[in-house]
């Protein structure tokens, strides 16, 4: 199976910060890579796929960049409804994997 | 709009089958692939397997050997089977499909394995 990290596994921020989150795989998955954000109690919601093509509805503050191993997902500006989970997924192979998550907490 | 409700017991005890429903509205699941997600409690979410519109499956090799997905078009449902099951099988249990990615998912159900 590929193996996904991410880092960092928690941060603190303010509204309007720039919030930046790493996802890295195991081995080359070209840009077949997705970000969902989960709230506490709520299933996921799909932010973006192939890497960074948001989502229908997806706000444009989150983008998302990167291919091969190593991928970012941006928030620009973050905004109160922001604060949650958010965890990558590569599409490349089976089975599909998640990485451990990144929780974005109020600083 | 796609609604997915998954559905079953809550309890489950070790050593037995568990056994949960997907029901589909506002589309057909002859249209997708339809697949299984669980997260335990405070952890990551896991891809169980998946089924094709063709009635073929994808399993997670860690959990194929206790793993059934199936479905049932005259009702529109999707179900999952999972049997042994042990402590560590209690989670979250989500059914989920999309094009890209999982883009359409349940609300969840909560399924515990205790004695």
């Known amino acids: 199976d590929i193996q996904m990290t991410q880092s960092p596994s928690s941060l603190s921020a303010s509204v309007g910060d720039r919030v930046t989150i790493t996802c890295r795989a195991s081995?080359?998955?070209?840009?077949?890579l997705n970000w969902y954000q989960q709230k506490p109690g709520k299933a996921p919601k799909f932010l973006i796929y192939?890497?960074?093509t948001l989502h229908t509805g997806v706000p444009s503050r989150f983008s998302g960049s990167g291919s091969g191993t190593d991928f970012t997902l941006t928030i620009s500006s973050l905004q109160p409804e922001d604060f949650a989970t958010y965890s990558c997924?590569?599409?490349?192979?089976?089975?599909?994997?998640f990485g451990p998550g990144t929780t974005v907490d109020v600083k | 709009q796609v609604q997915l409700q998954e559905s079953g017991p809550g309890l489950v005890k070790p050593s037995e089958t568990l056994s949960l429903t997907c029901t589909v509205s506002g589309g057909s699941i002859s249209l997708w692939y339809w697949s299984w997600i669980r997260q335990p409690a405070g952890k990551g979410l896991e891809w169980i397997g998946r089924?094709?519109?063709?009635?073929?499956?994808d399993y997670r090799p860690s959990l194929k050997s206790r793993v059934t997905i199936s479905k049932d078009t005259s009702k529109n449902q999707i179900s999952l089977k999972l049997t042994s099951v042990t402590a560590a099988d209690t989670a979250m249990y989500y059914c989920?499909?999309?094009?890209?990615?999982?883009?359409?998912w349940g609300q969840g159900t909560m399924v515990t394995v205790s004695s």
């Open positions: 081995q080359n998955i070209s840009n077949l």
């Open positions: 997924q590569q599409s490349y192979s089976s089975p599909p994997v």
């Open positions: 192939l890497a960074s």
């Open positions: 989920a499909t999309g094009d890209n990615g999982f883009d359409m």
């Open positions: 089924i094709y519109s063709s009635g073929n499956t």
